[in-house]
C-alpha cells in the first residue's frame, strides 16, 4: 500500500532549483536508505515530506490526500522528521521528554521512556541532566527518544549516527529496526555505505536535485 507519493514535485529556493522532478512512491513499511552526496538534495527532500517546507511545483500525497490539507502541526505527530543537528529545548531532558505529552494534553507515560531509555542503553540519571552538559552522541539520542515517544507512520532520520561510535550506531540501528519491524515506515540519510545496506529494503540514490536510482535490496 502506497503512505505517501510525489508526483513530479520541485523545489526552488532564492532561484536555484533544488530537487528537480522527484517522483516516486513509499510503501507502508518501506526502509529506505537516502544516500548521495552532500547538497545534492536529501535533507530538502526530507524536509518536503513533513511539509517543513512546500513544493514549488507537483504534488505530495499523503494517505491518499495532499499534504497541503493536513494541519502541519498535525501531520508531523505522524511523520516525524529527527535532524542531524537535534534541537533541544528548556533547562533539562526530562521538559524536553515532556513536551510530546504536553502537545497531546496527555499525561506524561514514564514506562514509555523508561523502556525507550533501555532500548538506547541510556542510563535514567540523564533525565534531570541539563541539556548543555550532554555530548553529542546523548543529544542525538534523547532528540531520537523524543520522536519515537509516540509511534509514527513514517520516521524521518538526517544522519541522526553521525555523533556517534560504532557501538551506539549499532544500537541506534536495533532500536530503528524495532520500531521498523512494529509498523514504522522509515526513510534514513546516511552517507555509510555498509549502514545503507544493512537493515533498508530499498536504496535510494539523489544526486543533483535527481533521483538517479531506487535500488530494491530485500
Not at 73 to 102: G, H
Not at 161 to 181: G, K
Not at 202 to 208: D, N, R
Request: aromatic share 10%.
Amino acid at each position: 500500500m502506497t503512505l505517501m507519493e510525489f508526483q513530479n514535485v520541485f523545489y526552488k529556493e532564492k532561484n536555484q532549483i533544488i530537487l528537480k522532478d522527484i517522483s516516486i512512491k513509499i510503501q507502508r513499511q518501506d526502509y529506505i536508505s537516502i544516500v548521495g552526496p552532500s547538497g545534492s538534495g536529501k535533507s530538502t527532500f526530507l524536509k518536503l515530506c513533513c511539509h517543513l517546507i512546500s513544493p514549488t511545483q507537483g504534488r505530495i500525497l499523503y494517505k491518499n490526500k495532499s499534504l497541503m490539507q493536513y494541519d502541519p502541526i498535525e501531520l508531523r505527530k505522524k511523520v516525524s522528521y529527527c535532524f542531524q543537528t537535534p534541537y533541544l529545548f528548556e533547562d533539562n531532558v526530562m521538559n524536553n521528554l515532556a513536551f510530546p505529552y504536553f502537545i497531546r494534553n496527555k499525561k506524561v507515560d514514564f514506562d514509555r521512556i523508561k523502556k525507550l531509555f533501555d532500548l538506547f542503553h541510556l542510563d535514567q540519571k540523564c533525565l534531570q541532566k541539563e541539556i548543555h552538559k550532554l555530548s553529542g552522541g546523548e543529544k542525538q539520542r534523547i532528540a531520537l527518544i523524543r520522536t519515537l515517544l509516540f509511534d509514527p507512520d513514517i520516521l524521518l532520520l538526517d544522519e541522526v549516527t553521525s555523533a556517534l561510535d560504532i557501538e551506539n550506531t549499532l544500537i541506534v540501528e536495533r532500536v530503528i529496526n524495532y520500531f521498523h519491524q512494529k509498523g514504522t515506515t522509515i526513510l534514513w540519510i546516511t552517507h555509510n555505505y555498509e549502514q545503507s545496506k544493512r537493515n533498508a529494503n530499498k536504496v535510494l540514490t539523489i544526486e543533483a536535485g535527481k533521483i538517479k536510482s531506487l535500488e530494491v535490496i530485500r
